[in-house]
């Protein structure tokens, strides 16, 4: 049985009142929005993609600038993008971009996330491995220009949950950029407009729409608890001239 038939098929034992089937749809305001669909793939199908992507990815740890210094990156990560786009470079790294031939089973994903988002058409997708629950990233908005003013960004999640967070830039943080920078604060579930918490399960997805990167800075802070891996797939729009 092929990974998107196990995706299609039907869950044998429906429970109409599990929440978690639901898709979450938060309006952040002045045209950014959050879409979170917790079972986007189905639980087995969700386990035979974390082992094909655990096992087979070249995945590497690179060392990135930060603030004028070198430190290694907390977290595994690989770089796939159609051929001929702008290169992708952060935090003084530029990632090799692998083709999506590679991996087939990539397309599959992407397959599924066409179909979840008609009208998107995403070319470029980066990866990342934490390993557990030191492995983080930290506040940042994916606003490099090569996506263009209002990106759309698709988060695929798989193997150990883990909690995300966003929160409204102020003045001063719009103005700044940081991939790694540590948590500031752990934010605790609230009803405040300024700030949101979603825990990313196994086989969701979550998006990001309109000018969430221009008004929001999110991130995946350090979990003592989190002992497992969690692998995790941002597919992404490259503008090209």
């Given amino acids: 049985m092929s990974l998107m038939n196990l995706k299609l098929k039907a869950n044998p034992n429906p429970n109409p009142n599990d929440n978690a089937k639901k898709t979450q749809i938060v309006d952040l305001g002045n045209g950014s ?13 969700s386990w035979e993609f974390f082992n094909y992507l655990d096992n087979h990815i070249p995945w590497t740890r690179p060392t ?5 210094r070198s430190c290694l990156q907390p977290r595994d990560t690989c770089y796939v993008a159609t051929a001929g786009l702008p290169d992708l470079i952060y935090s003084g790294y530029q990632p090799h971009a692998y083709s999506w031939d590679d991996f087939p089973r990539l397309n599959d994903i992407l397959d599924a996330v066409h179909k979840m988002l008609p ?4 070319n ?10 030191n492995d983080y990233v930290g506040w940042h908005s994916d606003d490099e220009k090569l996506y263009g003013p209002t990106p759309e960004i698709a988060s695929v999640s798989f193997g150990c949950e883990r909690d995300f967070f966003l929160k409204k830039k102020s003045q001063k ?23 949101h918490h979603f825990a990313l399960k ?5 998006v ?8 929001w800075q999110h991130s995946v ?21």
Avoid: C
């Fill in 64 to 68: 990135i600038r930060v603030f004028g």
């Fill in 33 to 45: 929005s959050v879409v979170y669909v917790p079972k986007f793939l189905a639980y087995d199908a």
């Fill in 124 to 133: 470029s997708l980066l990866l990342n491995r934490y390993k557990g629950g």
């Fill in 202 to 206: 196994h086989g969701s997805l979550l």
């Fill in 119 to 122: 009208g998107s058409m995403f």
């Fill in 208 to 215: 990001m729409k309109g000018n969430t990167q221009r008004d």
């Fill in 221 to 241: 802070p350090k979990r003592a608890k989190a002992e497992t891996t969690r692998i995790n797939l941002t597919f992404r729009r490259v503008m090209q001239d």
């Fill in 173 to 195: 943080s719009s103005q700044e950029r940081s991939d790694e920078k540590p948590p500031l604060k752990r934010f605790k579930k609230s009803s405040q407009d300024d700030q």
